[in-house]
Structure formats: structure tokens, C-alpha cells
């Protein structure tokens, strides 16, 4: 509750929640939302001022340029969201295994993991189109393929620290299955340490999707995504800038959301840098102790 009221007294962070679930919220009743269809032509209207009925103008096929921004959502957002979804979910359950089991199989899922952080992650996913071909669900390939190894090692390495707690041997020599041990005392308290890395990787991700898109890469014609947008109008760039401002605008204000809530999750979730910031803040010593008593407690 403590953490919970941190967050939501924080302007900064409240502001970034709002800002990500509102474009979440967007995206998923997309058709909803956007004023016309996104791939709807009108070549009479190519690059066309912002108006009344077209709020952002239109693209250079005429295109709705707001509409297009929020059908964009969905792969540059929803999708990445789902791709980190299930490199956090594989890295969790081989680093508990690894964390927790030790041994042979904390060596084997180790050196797995070390040949999959070899390969620097740009390469890994120019090496998965150049064999898959291009398209989003190419590279959302290469993110599970190049991230999952990378939340393994991070998470055993948070299992680990909690393997060796009085609570979990004494729940060992009370005959507690292994399986029972992890769901119900490793996965609460590793939880704030995998929501702290997933949401630092969040940011990550839109940005590299959205530099493949605008390398055309990624998401191809007639879908919208945010980086193929400001591919389209590159070739205005210096003529009609506003055409690059929309879609450049929203990458910037979302991934920096994503950075500033992932900055706020990290106090939160700790508790000595939640005291440090209580302290910072003005609360004296007394309450600085109390706030870190409960916490520990």
C-alpha cells in the first residue's frame, strides 16, 4: 500500500500511467477511436493541412494521419507488450529452475544462455529476417529469441539471493515440495525485481521496432506503425515537417513514459530507495526508520 500511494503521489509517475493507459486503452478499441479508416486513400487530399475533419492532415496516399496514429498502437505497443510478455514469462521459469534447483541444470540453462548473449541483439534480429523475411512477426521472433536469455540471468540471479532464506530451508526440512516452495515464497518476492526489468526493457523494444519499421524492416503497407510513418514522410521531411512531427512526437512521449514510470517502479519496489526518497522529500528521520521497519517487516 505504501508503494502504491509512492506512486501515485509522484506526479511524474502518476502522469506516465495515465499516459500509457490511456494509449493502451486506445489501441485496443482502436476502430473506436479513430475518425476514419487508416487505410482509406485520398489522393486529393496528399498532404493535406490539419482541418476539422482530419485533426493531424493527411499522409501521401491522403491517408487520415490521426487514425493511422492510433491503429499504430497496436503493433508498436500492444504487440511488443505481448512479445516482452513472453520473454519475461520463458526467463522466469528457467531462472527459478536454474536459481533454485542449482547444479546440472543451473550449468546447462547458464551456457545456453551465454551462446544466446554472444550474438549482439541488432545482430540477432537482422540474422532472424534475413532468414524469416521481413514483417512484425519476424521481429518479434528475434525479441523473444534475443531477450528471453537475458531475463534468465537476471531473474536467477534474484532467485538465488532468496534460495538461501531461513524461510525456504525451514520450508525444505518441513518436507514442502520444491514446486509449492517456488510458487508460493520465490515467485512474491522476485516479482518487484521481474517488474522493474521488463518494464526498463518496454522502452527498449518500441524503439527498436520502430527503427526496423522505419528501415522497412518491420510492419509493412498498408498497416500503420509508428516508425513506418516517419519513413513515409521522410521524403517531406524538410518541406512539411509536421508530417514527422506526429508520429516522432508519440514515440518520444510514450517511451519516455514507459522510462519515467520504470525509474518510479524501481523506488518504489526497493525499500532502502524508498526511504531515501521519503527522506529527500522532507519526512524526518523517525518516519525514514518506521518506513523502512515496515518495510523489512
Not at 511524474?12 to 487505410?39: K, M, N, Q, R
Not at 542449482?102 to 549482439?120: E, H, K, N, Q, Y
Request: aromatic share 10%.
Amino acid at each position: 500500500m505504501k508503494r502504491l500511494q509512492f506512486l501515485l503521489k509522484d506526479k511524474l509517475a502518476a502522469a506516465s500511467l495515465s499516459i500509457l493507459v490511456v494509449t493502451i486503452v486506445a489501441g485496443i478499441f482502436a476502430p473506436l477511436f479513430a475518425p476514419h479508416d487508416p487505410e482509406e486513400v485520398h489522393m486529393e487530399l496528399r498532404y493535406a493541412a490539419s482541418s476539422w475533419e482530419y485533426l493531424l492532415g493527411n499522409d501521401h496516399l491522403g491517408r487520415c494521419i490521426l487514425s493511422r496514429l492510433i491503429f499504430g498502437i497496436r503493433p508498436s505497443v500492444l504487440w511488443v507488450l505481448a512479445a516482452l510478455a513472453v520473454s519475461v514469462g520463458i526467463g522466469a521459469i528457467l531462472g527459478f529452475i536454474a536459481g533454485y534447483f542449482r547444479g546440472l541444470t543451473d550449468a546447462v540453462v547458464m551456457r545456453i544462455c551465454d551462446v544466446m548473449l554472444s550474438f549482439p541483439g541488432y545482430v540477432m534480429t537482422l540474422a532472424v529476417i534475413g532468414i524469416l523475411g521481413v514483417g512484425l512477426e519476424n521481429i518479434l521472433i528475434a525479441f523473444v529469441l534475443m531477450k528471453w536469455a537475458w531475463f534468465t540471468r537476471i531473474i536467477r540471479t534474484s532467485v538465488m539471493q532468496y534460495a538461501e532464506s531461513d524461510y525456504v530451508k525451514f520450508s525444505k526440512v518441513l518436507g514442502v515440495s520444491d514446486i509449492k516452495i517456488i510458487t508460493k515464497h520465490m515467485v512474491p518476492v522476485s516479482l518487484p525485481d521481474i517488474a522493474v526489468i521488463a518494464s526498463s526493457s518496454f522502452g527498449s523494444m518500441i524503439l527498436q521496432l520502430s527503427g526496423f519499421s522505419f528501415l522497412g524492416l518491420g510492419i509493412q503497407a498498408p498497416n500503420a506503425e509508428w516508425g513506418m510513418m516517419l519513413n513515409e514522410a521522410r521524403e517531406v521531411m524538410f518541406s512539411k515537417p509536421e508530417f514527422m512531427l506526429a508520429p516522432g512526437l508519440t514515440i518520444i512521449v510514450v517511451v519516455s513514459a514507459i522510462n519515467f514510470l520504470s525509474d518510479a517502479l524501481q523506488v518504489a519496489l526497493d525499500p532502502k530507495l524508498l526511504a531515501s526518497k521519503y527522506k529527500l522529500q522532507g519526512q524526518g528521520p523517525a518516519s525514514t526508520a518506521r518506513l523502512q521497519g515496515k518495510e523489512v517487516a
